[in-house]
């Protein structure tokens, strides 16, 4: 089951850690590019998410990406080590819902306009990407963000997350916020879930009216997804309801599109 995108006002978003390609894999393994490739533009086209965040897309990704919702979508990020370089956290925003006002992205280190930095004890550079945008059906302004914090530095998760729930709500002022991405992290029991939470952010699966479909981990690794597993991909709102949340485990001719599943949500504003 695939959420797909609501009657209006209601907002639909998604995530997906889309796995970067490797070199050192060949055609029929589970973690081959040429042969995931497909399998997430099939998912991408069937979702058709109002926003879309992804995580690890090397450049050489980004046609996949493109071909699937480039037509329909404004894509903003760059790599996380300047340019096209290292990996990126895209976010793709469907152009005729959304009015870009301002975006931007940082380094998640004590240095966040500083490209390429990594902040105090993190393995690699990490990014937030975050974009102001006037949503022309609800005729509100909200900032939607992506980001992928890091899985060894316990100081840089900690931090890292502060840095980011500073960022996002001095560029809210108050707007609501929609903040997806792969934290590396349990959701409702780590360090990140708590500073975010604590910042005033809600986990879209808490808050969600319903759970559509299986409740699943996020992090199969390409095997079955288990019901009741850890969640270390999320979507964090404030100022929104959550009507619903889905975690996809899609696969197609039983080839999974990466080692993460896709998290989406329906979200509408909170006072309608």
């Given at each position: 089951?695939?959420l797909?995108?609501?009657?209006?006002?209601?907002l639909h978003?998604?995530?997906?850690?889309i796995?970067y390609?490797?070199?050192?894999?060949?055609?029929?393994e589970?973690d081959?590019w040429?042969?995931?490739?497909?399998?997430?533009?099939?998912?991408?086209s069937r979702?058709?998410?109002d926003?879309?965040?992804?995580?690890?897309v090397?450049?050489?990704q980004?046609?996949?990406?493109?071909a699937?919702?480039?037509?329909t979508?404004?894509r903003?990020?760059i790599?996380?080590e300047?340019?096209?370089?290292g990996e990126?956290n895209?976010l793709?925003l469907?152009?005729d819902?959304?009015?870009?006002?301002?975006?931007?992205?940082?380094?998640?280190s004590?240095?966040?306009?500083?490209?390429g930095s990594?902040?105090?004890?993190?393995h690699?550079?990490?990014?937030?990407?975050?974009?102001?945008v006037?949503?022309r059906?609800a005729?509100?302004?909200?900032?939607l963000?992506?980001t992928?914090?890091?899985?060894?530095g316990?100081a840089?998760?900690e931090?890292?997350?502060?840095?980011?729930a500073?960022?996002?709500?001095?560029?809210a002022?108050g707007a609501?916020?929609?903040?997806?991405?792969d934290?590396?992290?349990?959701g409702g029991?780590?360090i990140p879930?708590r500073?975010?939470t604590?910042?005033g952010?809600a986990d879209?699966?808490?808050?969600?009216?319903?759970?559509?479909?299986?409740?699943v981990g996020?992090f199969?690794?390409?095997?079955?997804?288990v019901?009741g597993?850890?969640?270390?991909?999320?979507?964090?709102?404030?100022?929104?309801?959550?009507?619903?949340?889905?975690?996809?485990?899609?696969?197609?001719?039983?080839?999974?599109?990466?080692?993460?599943?896709?998290?989406g949500?329906?979200?509408?504003?909170?006072?309608?």
């Open positions: 089951m695939i797909r995108t609501p009657d209006h006002p209601s978003v998604l995530t997906q850690n796995r390609a490797s070199v050192d894999t060949r055609p029929g589970a081959h040429g042969d995931r490739a497909p399998v997430l533009a099939d998912l991408l979702a058709d998410p926003v879309l965040g992804t995580q690890e090397l450049a050489q980004i046609p996949v990406l493109d699937a919702l480039g037509a979508h404004a903003l990020g790599g996380r300047g340019g096209g370089r990126h895209l793709y469907r152009r819902r959304f009015e870009i006002l301002d975006w931007d992205q940082i380094w998640i004590e240095q966040p306009r500083l490209e990594t902040g105090w004890d993190a690699c550079p990490r990014v937030l990407v975050w974009a102001r006037r949503d059906v005729e509100a302004e909200l900032i963000a992506v992928h914090i890091d899985h060894a316990q840089a998760r931090e890292g997350s502060r840095l980011i500073r960022t996002l709500l001095e560029a002022d609501p916020i929609v903040l997806v991405g934290f590396n992290a349990t029991d780590s879930w500073v975010l604590e910042a952010l879209a699966h808490d808050a969600a009216d319903r759970i559509e479909g299986e409740d996020t199969p690794d390409y095997g079955p997804a019901a597993g850890e969640r270390i991909d999320w979507i964090l709102t404030r100022g929104l309801a959550v009507e619903a949340y889905a975690a996809h485990a899609h696969r197609v001719d039983g080839r999974a599109p990466s080692d993460h599943v896709a998290v949500a329906i979200l509408r504003p909170a006072a309608s």
